[in-house]
């Protein structure tokens, strides 16, 4: 490889990220299947629409009331809280229930209307029946408690008659459940009083024979006289049972000192009688009055005498008192014994009574209770019953007709715009996805970012798109895109490198028919009016195309192959091509062997001798996936430029291209994307065409005269 030449690239990458420029140019170039998929799907729906029919639909709006109206205070036999919405979703379905829609039937007379049905047969109630189940729809509004009861019919007339006869016989289904409800529910209530009648009678007859039998007219209050004695005996046992326990005391501490009567003063409960008090009382006094006479008078005195006399006589009799004491607590003791006895006695029998009046009055208050509650029970169900005739008469309902169906006037079934937009969009969708599907089962590279992003390679030159016929564009048409082209190309390679490094060219393609030959006449034509003497060299030696396009006309003339085999000199072989500074060799004589004459002739020598001539030397060689003929031509060559087919070489062919050149360390510039739209030029607009036709600079500019 030259010491010039690039190094080979890394291996190409698929492109990343999602560009909206890019799928903006895929729908554009792939607008026609977006249209044809529009068309299609606007036809489809003129069908449509044109095949359904015509539909009306009338609407019947029911409220459903939480609480029946009602005229009296009357409680419901069954109740149901209409707040929840799974009541209100019962009644959604009931509205339209097989009942329902066959009372409809009868109440509009349906099996004998032809209008209603389109069978040539009259059918069945039940197939009526089933037929009104699809027309009739019934939906709640969303945080009410309104119902909307729709019907749809060819027929206006009828949907409005089906909607209402649908609320009026639900209505009065309602009323004859209710009735029916309310008549059962009298018959049970009915039974049932006679029963707790007879019930009530035979508890009262009971109640008053337990009366008779125990000849008492009040048991409570008997009840409660021996509860009050009991409390008193129990009273007075404390107190007798409490003073025999202190009288046995005393008793016995005065048994313990017998006769010592200083002893027995000193305990309480002989100071505590009278007479050993009275007698205290007196001896004390005496023997006062005593102590004052012995100071008077001696032991002979009269007074004296008579004085000791009265105080011995209280002594006396203070003792008797003393001893006396013992005998007065035994007598108490027995006195209380004997009482706490009696109340033992009496307690015990008033025991006894309390205990048959508790009997008595357990079974009293028994009976008493199933009395009463006998009466409750018949008294209620009386009321009920009551009740069960208002509810019967009155007819209450939870859903009431809020606003009876209209006849409609417009239809409501095919919604033409409706169903147009939905297919336009439908079809534009379509039309988009099959746009996107195409385009990603389109492997080609379309734009110059395609391209460069992909490859990794610079694009040189974006060649548009030309007319059939108009090869030699660079001359024949220089104010076109495509010549602007071919000089930017040559701009570009000019700018890879010193002049003397950039002398030979080689311009081939991974697959036929990617216009490589179009580019290299064209690309040596514009080296040619730059001045530089050209020669343009057509290597491909199978199918040759250089001397066709340049000469169409004229008979086949020697050229490489003879060069190489030997048959002809350098100078016998150029071929003048009518531009200046430009000639040409054709392919010459057809050869049997065009690999092994270009891998053992003298293919560099001509490339060699033709520098001698030459300012650039541009060889159109063989696509590399064809045959290796393009492989064997490159230990001369400078600079090697890729024609890739815009829209049309897969990505891969050309990837494979590149990484046969790198390992045949080919000096590999760039690519030529040929036949580009034009609004794919330059990242998506044509800049040459604006430049030179319609741009701003179209009056004033190089071209513009």
Known sequence: MPANSPAPRPAPLPPTGFDIKRLYHTLVERFWVIALCLVIAALATAGYIKRQPTLYAANAIVQIEQEE????KVEKFQSEDLRWMDALRTIEQTLKSRAVLERVVDLLKLTDDPSFFSTAEQPTKGELADLLDKLVAVRLRKGTRLLDVIVTHPNPQITANVANAVVTEFVARSHDQSEKVANDAASFLTKEGRRLQNQLADAEKSLQAFRDQTKSVSLEENNNIVTLRLKELN???TEANSLVIRLKSQLAQVDKLGTNIEALLVLPMVNSEQ????????VSKLEGEFASLQQRYKQAHPKYMQ????????RTALTNAVLKVPQSLKSAYESALAAEKALQEELA???IVSRQLTKDLTDYQRLAREVEANRIMYDAVQQRLKEATLTRELKPSKVQLNTPAAVPTKPVSPKKTQLMIRGLLAGIVLGVMIALGLNALDSSLKTVDDAEEYLQLPVLGAVPKVKAGHVLVVTEDAKSPAAEAFRT????VGMLGRAENRRTFLITSAVPQEGKTFCSINFSLALAQQGLKTL?????????????????????RPGVTDYLTGNKKFEEIIQPQGQENCHYIPAGTVAPNPAELVAQGNFDGLIAEALLHFDRVVVDSAPIHAVSDTLMMLSKIQTVCLVVRAGKTPRKAVARALELLYKAD???AGLILNRQQRRRLAGGYDPYYSYYHEGKYAEKGVYGG
């Open 536 to 556: 343009i060299i057509d290597g491909d030696l199978r199918r040759p195309a250089i001397e066709k396009t340049l000469s169409p006309n004229g008979p086949r």
């Open 275 to 282: 007479t050993v008090a009275d007698a205290k009382v007196a």
């Open 307 to 314: 004085m000791a006399s009265e105080i011995a006589t209280w």
């Open 666 to 668: 080919a000096p590999v």
């Open 69 to 72: 109206a009602r005229v009296v």
């Open 489 to 492: 190309l040559r701009t570009s």
């Open 349 to 351: 029998k008033q025991e």
């Open 235 to 237: 009273v007075r046992m």
